[in-house]
């Protein structure tokens, strides 16, 4: 296939995708479950209002959202998804509710008396009851008692209740997470709404909920609809027969490329501008970062095992799960994306051999004003969730309780600027470039367009508003988690390693060229709708359901040659003898290889299907494809990225093989043995228990803190000894390049 065609075909995926991606998210705005005016009960009792259940979101929100437990679904492991939990207390406490009624005792019933009851609990509660033209939604007597009840429940749970310490200890809660009762009742009252959402029939007659039955709950009838096995069983078809096409067409077309290597390192005389030197600090503000982010992740693994402290220690009075896990995830986020922005800033000019006047100002400018933006917004996500912010002053600078873009609003604009400068200061360097009509414009114009969607694409999470509804602020969340982090970080990854070994002279452009593109065009073909993969049960319409599984079985697709990929790069490795002194950022290369086959493809088709996905969503099976997938692939690259450009500031020397590779092998093995030893058991164990028993029950403490699960937690240490130990002798590494006691003899 010619160079024009392949970007035609570009073209077209990218536009056509976009348009139906936009188009089903604005059916997603159109068919959005209903905020009541008001929800009354058959009395005429104003239960709570539409504007109770949005400042009850920022209340949940405030304390960190889907940093403690999930709601439908989205979120973190320890504490109970509130949704699901909700649920199961509601429709217990309506049989009692309801058989109380009758003068009777539930639980002393006989089976068939008590089948009755169960029948008018599920019609209660699966009943639409939203009249649109009184913009109101009823509830029955009974439920509108248990609805006080749960109030109460949750209140002593969220509060300071001395009888709930226990089960906040198993939550990983800490006392007094809320203080005060208003905000307090406002968060049940949202707690109450989401409920309902997901157990109430829409109104198009399909006995469907607005969730589709999810959560698993047959006792409420809330079980697997047929699309869901239709789709799912359609998506597997669909990726077996596009391997089939993608194996026929690597037969095809796959040629043996013969490539002339230099004799010499083609980069060993290269001399760094005065801004490509500047980029030196970045890669030690990394190094801290996955040093405290190593940290935080430790203390929230060990919140699982003692909810409300480490070691005895009562961290959670001044550093709570909730906090602990947001810096670890948002942390990942910063430090590997400062390396690739690193990389791209030692690249424009290597690429261009232009220098553009204060580029190096702009470089120090930039690395100052992420500097502020990561302590501002770890401060701000501090203050949030000790509840030292009022909800409008947390959503602006504290914390969003989104995951992934937990960060204040103003520190998301103030990161929004900042990639925006990036972007100006690598189109500056490569201008010059990009006026040549030669061999490599096309690889460096895939280079731009990859450098423009990272700085573009993170714009999407400032759509949605600080009360905007829980389902649309979803559908653009995972527009920067799916499309900005997944999406066009693998774009980006893709077209800078290909960059670095034409540089090194191991590939030709041309074939280098064709190949990205084709890639590209394969990925982004599943990838840009895959989005909706992750939508599946947050209150969208069915259309969202299919598209997601159809096109996100596509992401598989390039993944099954990825053993071909790694070889090659091996081969790569040791093809000459100067190429090892770039050694390890190529197994660096190799590694993502193995994770992407591993972290993304079999870790992730595992949760794709909509079938699977309704009884694991949210158990420790996503975990398990975060951390393989994230770090694996994400983070091992931006540390394979950060070698090479340590290779090209300190040319003259062989480093400490020894000490850099301990570091490699320690955090891939300790990646692998904490995912596959204690984290892929326990979701496989909740799989298992949410199959049986229901989704509730698969996050509730009565399961998770059984012998056998606790055992399976502690299993996680060595692994995390393994991969801190690494992440550490990576950071005496990159320190001992200055001090020079990770530099050998010097190269030839």
């Not at 949704?83 to 509710?97: F, G, I, N, V």
């Not at 030669?438 to 999470?461: K, N």
Request: proline share 4%.
């Amino acid at each position: 296939m010619t160079t024009k065609k392949l970007w035609l075909s570009l073209a077209l995926v990218m536009a056509s995708s976009f348009a139906v991606l936009i188009f089903f998210g604005n059916d997603i705005y159109r068919k959005a479950p209903p905020i009541p005016a008001k929800v009354v009960s058959e009395t005429g009792e104003v239960l709570f209002t539409g504007q109770d259940i949005k400042d009850g979101q920022n209340v949940w929100q405030s304390i960190g959202g889907q940093t403690v437990g999930s709601i439908w679904g989205h979120g973190a492991y320890i504490a109970p998804d509130w949704t699901a939990d909700y649920l199961h207390r509601e429709s217990q406490a309506m049989l009692t509710a309801l058989a109380a009624k009758d003068g009777k005792v539930y639980s002393s019933l006989a089976g068939e008396e008590q089948l009755v009851y169960k029948e008018r609990m599920k019609r209660d509660l699966r009943t639409n009851t939203f009249n649109a033209t009184e913009n109101t939604i009823t509830y029955s007597a009974s439920r509108a008692k248990v609805f006080h009840e749960l109030a109460g429940y949750y209140t002593k749970l969220f509060m300071s209740d001395p009888s709930f310490s226990t089960l906040r200890n198993q939550y990983a809660i800490q006392e007094g997470a809320i203080k005060d009762p208003e905000r307090m009742r406002l968060m049940t009252t949202f707690f109450a709404w989401s409920t309902w959402v997901c157990i109430s029939e829409r109104p198009d007659g399909t006995q469907v909920t607005y969730t589709n039955n999810w959560p698993y709950d047959e006792q409420v009838g809330n079980v697997p609809s047929a699309s869901l096995h239709l789709w799912s069983g359609f998506s597997v078809l669909l990726l077996l027969g596009c391997i089939a096409l993608l194996v026929l067409y690597h037969v095809r077309n796959k040629e043996d490329e013969h490539v002339d290597l230099p004799t010499t390192d083609p980069l060993r005389n290269m001399q760094p501008t005065p801004s490509m030197k500047a980029v030196l600090k970045y890669i030690w503000v990394v190094s801290i970062l996955i040093l405290v982010q190593m940290l935080a992740g430790i203390i929230t693994a060990h919140y699982g095992v003692e909810g409300q402290g480490f070691y005895g220690i009562p961290l959670d009075k001044f550093l709570p799960q909730s906090i602990s896990r947001s810096w670890h995830v948002q942390l990942a986020i910063f430090w590997i994306a400062t390396s690739w922005l690193a990389t791209g800033l030692y690249m424009g000019p290597a690429i261009s051999g232009h220098e553009p006047r204060y580029q190096k100002l702009g470089v120090n400018v930039l690395f100052i004003a992420l500097i502020i933006v990561v302590g501002g917004s770890l401060t701000g996500q501090w203050l949030g969730v000790m509840q030292k912010l009022g909800l409008v002053d947390n959503f602006l600078w504290g914390h969003q309780g989104y995951e992934y873009i937990e960060l204040g609003r103003i520190w998301q604009i103030l990161l929004l600027v900042g990639l925006v400068l990036w972007l100006v200061l690598m189109l500056r360097a490569l201008l010059p470039a990009l006026k040549k009509k030669d061999e490599s414009r096309h690889l460096l114009m895939l280079f731009v367009i990859a450098s423009v969607a990272i700085a573009v694409f993170y714009a999407a999470g400032l759509v949605y508003g600080r009360q905007s509804h829980l389902a649309v602020a979803e559908y653009w969340r995972w527009w920067v988690v799916h499309l900005w982090v997944e999406g066009f970080f693998e774009v980006f990854a893709t077209v800078v390693s290909a960059f670095l070994f034409c540089r090194l002279g191991l590939l030709r452009l041309q074939s280098a060229t064709i190949s990205v593109l084709f890639s590209t065009i394969v990925f982004l073909a599943g990838g840009i709708l895959g989005t909706f993969h992750h939508l599946y049960f947050s209150a969208t319409p069915v259309a969202v359901l299919a598209l997601g599984a159809t096109f996100s079985a596509l992401e598989i697709v390039p993944l099954v040659l990825i053993g071909y990929e790694a070889y090659h790069n091996y081969t790569l490795s040791k093809s000459t003898p100067w190429i090892k002194a770039y050694k390890w950022p190529i197994y660096c290369f190799i590694a993502i290889c193995f994770w992407n086959f591993l972290g993304a493809g079999i870790f992730g088709f595992a949760i794709n299907p909509p079938i699977a996905l309704y009884y694991i969503q949210g158990l420790n099976t996503t975990a398990v494809h975060g951390h393989s997938a994230l770090f694996g692939v994400y983070g091992i690259l931006g540390i394979g990225l950060m070698l090479f450009v340590l290779r090209g500031l300190y040319p003259n020397h062989h480093w400490n093989e020894k000490l850099i590779g301990t570091a490699f092998w320690m955090i891939n093995i300790g990646l692998l043995v904490m995912v596959t030893v204690s984290m892929l058991p326990i979701g496989i164990m909740q799989g298992i228990a949410a199959i049986q028993h229901g989704y509730w029950y698969a996050r509730s403490a009565e399961f998770m803190h059984t012998s056998t699960m606790q055992t399976l937690r502690w299993l996680r240490v060595p692994g995390d000894i393994l991969l801190a130990t690494g992440e550490l002798l990576l950071v005496i590494f990159i320190i001992g390049l200055k001090t020079g006691w990770s530099l050998k003899d010097k190269r030839q």
